[in-house]
Every structure is written in C-alpha cells, then in structure tokens.
C-alpha cells in the first residue's frame, strides 16, 4: 500500500557527528599530534610534495568535519589513515615524525573502538 512506500528513511548509519567530533578533538590534543596539525609546509620541506601525492592533515579535517563531508565512519578513518600512512611514507624509521604516527594511530584506533567505531 501506499504507506509501505512511504515508510520512514532507513536512518543513515554514523550519522551522528558527535562521536567523531570528540575523537577529533582528543587526537588533536594528544602530545604525539605536533607534527600533523596543518599541512607540511612546503617551504620548509621543498620535496614533501613530489613524493606525497594525497596530503592529510588535522585541520583539514577539522575542516571537512565541520562541512559534514564525514557521512560515515569509513571516510573519517581513510583521512586520519591517510595522514599516517604519508608520514611513515616520506619519513624514515628512526625519525620522531615516524614515531608520533604510530603512537597517535594507535590512540585513535583506542578511541575508535572505546567508541564502537572500529570493526
Ligand atoms: C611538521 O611536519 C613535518 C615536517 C617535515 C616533514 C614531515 O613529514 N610529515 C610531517 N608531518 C612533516
């Protein structure tokens, strides 16, 4: 009948912003999260942008987040991804950048799951 064809949306899943705001705010406030806060600057690193061709960073998440580009959690954990996976990529092993990646990737899988976020 006509009601079975006009039945409520099926509710988007993740669609509520809340839950990343808040892991966003915690990651950009952890100690290790120094080096990602804006974009490499290519003045100061003049061949960051011939290696990486997809630069992440955390304010321009802060960005898209608030234009609400994250409709799922999927897309918010390719970004944050992203923004680690670049820097273990163009930094080498025994370098601080290097470190900080893996020790703020490891707190934000922790505040994911902490969440239910996390598969
Ligand atoms: C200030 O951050 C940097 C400065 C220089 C090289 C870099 O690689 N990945 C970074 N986040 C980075």
Not at 35 to 56: G, N
Not at 103 to 117: N, P, S, V
Request: aromatic share 14%.
């Amino acid at each position: 009948g006509w009601r079975a064809a006009r039945a409520a949306p099926e509710p988007q899943p993740d669609a509520d912003p809340a839950p990343l705001r808040n892991i966003m705010h915690a990651v950009k406030n952890h100690g290790a999260a120094w080096p990602f806060l804006k974009p490499v600057d290519k003045a100061e690193v003049p061949d960051y942008y011939d290696h990486i061709k997809y630069p992440m960073d955390l304010r321009s998440m802060g960005e898209r987040l608030k234009a609400r580009y994250y409709v799922s959690r999927r897309l918010f954990i390719a970004d944050m991804t992203r923004i680690f996976t670049n820097c273990r990529l163009y930094n080498s092993p025994d370098t601080d950048y290097y470190r900080c990646a893996n020790t703020l990737e490891k707190y934000f899988q922790a505040k994911m799951k902490e969440a239910g976020l996390w598969d």
